[in-house]
């Protein structure tokens, strides 16, 4: 089944697959999301994408921050809400706490919750390649850095100004 609408932050494979798709970022961000693929956008410091009244057939919660309870009502009937982090709101458990509530509270329900872990593979790779290729998808580039500045790479990364991937050129 090919979704209609995805919310998340990477979508350019959903869109080239022929998904609709929604992107839910900063103000800051609106024109980087549409430029990669969006549809439709928005900023999520001024509207709650969870009261806007559109359903999705899955929802790609990059952030983790949303709970199970507020995204299983824009899900549609048989929606999937995938999970790829979330907050360390547990010491034992990191973002393992609030992911497993999510499961335990989607059992038995028509609409589901998986956590994402990504394990690249060849075949995987493969596909990506080819779209990459194509040009049905482009990688958003933030910022470029020298091997000889991986210093500088990482402390812009950890100062958490990237708005899209930094890539160090060996």
Same mark, same amino acid.
């Given at each position: 089944?090919?979704? /209609?609408?995805? !919310?998340?932050?990477?979508?350019?494979?959903?869109?080239?697959?022929?998904? /609709?798709?929604?992107?839910? $970022?900063?103000?800051?961000?609106?024109?980087? !999301?549409?430029?990669?693929?969006?549809?439709?956008?928005?900023?999520?410091?001024?509207?709650?994408?969870?009261?806007?009244?559109?359903?999705?057939?899955? @929802?790609?919660?990059?952030?983790?921050?949303? %709970?199970? %309870?507020? $995204?299983?009502? !824009?899900?549609?009937?048989?929606?999937?809400?995938?999970?790829?982090?979330?907050? *360390?709101?547990?010491?034992?458990?990191?973002?393992?706490?609030?992911? @497993?509530?999510?499961?335990?509270?989607?059992?038995?329900? %028509? =609409?589901?919750?998986?956590?994402?872990?990504?394990?690249?593979? &060849?075949?995987?790779?493969? !596909?990506? %390649?080819? @779209?990459?290729?194509?040009?049905?998808?482009?990688?958003?580039?933030?910022?470029?850095? =020298?091997?000889? *500045?991986?210093?500088?790479?990482?402390?812009?990364?950890?100062?958490?100004?990237?708005?899209? &991937?930094?890539?160090?050129?060996?």
């Amino acid at each position: 089944m090919t979704p /209609e609408h995805l !919310v998340g932050r990477d979508r350019g494979r959903a869109r080239a697959l022929g998904a /609709e798709v929604t992107g839910v $970022c900063r103000r800051g961000n609106l024109d980087l !999301v549409r430029s990669i693929g969006a549809g439709h956008v928005g900023d999520y410091t001024t509207e709650d994408f969870t009261r806007n009244g559109r359903r999705y057939d899955v @929802l790609l919660d990059i952030a983790g921050t949303r %709970s199970w %309870s507020e $995204c299983r009502h !824009v899900l549609t009937e048989h929606g999937t809400h995938v999970r790829v982090r979330g907050p *360390k709101t547990n010491r034992l458990l990191g973002p393992m706490g609030k992911v @497993l509530l999510s499961w335990l509270a989607a059992k038995g329900r %028509s =609409q589901r919750f998986a956590f994402s872990i990504t394990k690249p593979n &060849k075949a995987d790779l493969h !596909v990506v %390649s080819e @779209l990459l290729a194509s040009g049905e998808v482009a990688p958003a580039i933030n910022r470029r850095y =020298q091997l000889s *500045k991986i210093a500088d790479a990482f402390e812009y990364l950890g100062a958490g100004h990237a708005r899209a &991937k930094v890539v160090v050129t060996i």
